[in-house]
């Protein structure tokens, strides 16, 4: 089993910044990759960024977020921890934001979504 705890959500005024946070536990020797997808109201979710768990830490963007969005990594001793920043934040970013952890056997964890919200 893999645990995910998300942070960072928030308001904030377009052209703004904001940085997510999730942190994984549990079985994480299972996890490869994790990243996140966001859903907005009545949309799909869809891909944000997704980091890899080995060495080469391979990132993969939502075209939407090219260029204005970063993922990064840390891993801890028990814990593995991917981050967003989300810069030059445009209103049409304003979604429910998920972790995710893609785990051996096609398995998928799922945090509990944590809102961006970007207005004036």
């Known amino acids: 089993q893999v645990q995910l705890v998300e942070s960072g959500g928030g308001l904030v005024q377009p052209g703004g910044s904001l940085r997510l946070s999730c942190a994984a536990s549990?079985?994480?020797?299972?996890?490869?990759?994790m990243g996140w997808y966001r859903q907005a109201p009545g949309k799909q979710r869809e891909l944000v960024a997704t980091?890899?768990?080995?060495?080469?830490?391979?990132?993969?963007?939502g075209d939407s977020v090219k260029g204005r969005f970063t993922i990064s990594r840390d891993n801890a001793d028990k814990t593995f921890s991917v981050y967003l920043q989300m810069n030059s934040l445009k209103p049409e970013d304003t979604a429910v934001y998920y972790c995710?952890?893609?785990?051996?056997?096609?398995?998928?964890?799922w945090g509990q979504g944590t809102q961006v919200t970007v207005s004036s």
């Open positions: 980091i890899t768990t080995g060495i080469n830490g391979i990132t993969n963007y």
């Open positions: 995710n952890a893609q785990a051996t056997g096609r398995v998928s964890y």
């Open positions: 549990g079985s994480i020797f299972r996890i490869n990759p």
